[in-house]
C-alpha cells in the first residue's frame, strides 16, 4: 500500500503544479528507474530547464503522508500530502529560489 499511496498524491502534485508552469517527470517503476521508492522531478520549462527538485512521499507519524524533497540524508519537509495548494507553492517557492535567488522567496507568505 506504500508505494501506491506514494504514487498517488505524486500524480496529484503533478497535476497542481502543471498550471504553474512546472514540468513534472513520474519516476515510479523500481525495475525501470531503479529508485528505491516512487519520485517526481519537478523542473522548470524554458531556460531554466536545468533547475528542478526531486519530490518523494513518506509515512509520517500519526498515519499521515507527506512530501519530502528527495536528496542527502533524509531530505527536506515541504508539505503534508492533505493541503495540495500548500505542497505545489512550496515546490514552487524552492524552484523560483534556485531560479532566482532572492530571500523573497525563500520565505514565502506562510514565514512573514
Known sequence: MGDETAVQNLE????????????CVEL????????????????????????????????TAGGTWAYFEAG???????????DMESAAQRVDLLLKYRMFPNTEWACGDDYR
Open 12 to 23: 496529484l502534485l503533478a497535476v497542481a503544479l502543471k498550471p504553474l508552469g512546472y514540468r
Open 72 to 82: 542527502k540524508g533524509r531530505g527536506w519537509y515541504l508539505s503534508p500530502c492533505d
Open 28 to 59: 515510479h517503476e523500481k525495475d525501470e528507474y531503479g529508485f528505491p521508492m516512487p519520485l517526481l522531478w519537478v523542473y522548470a520549462r524554458g531556460r531554466a530547464e536545468d533547475v528542478g527538485a526531486v519530490v518523494s512521499v513518506r509515512a
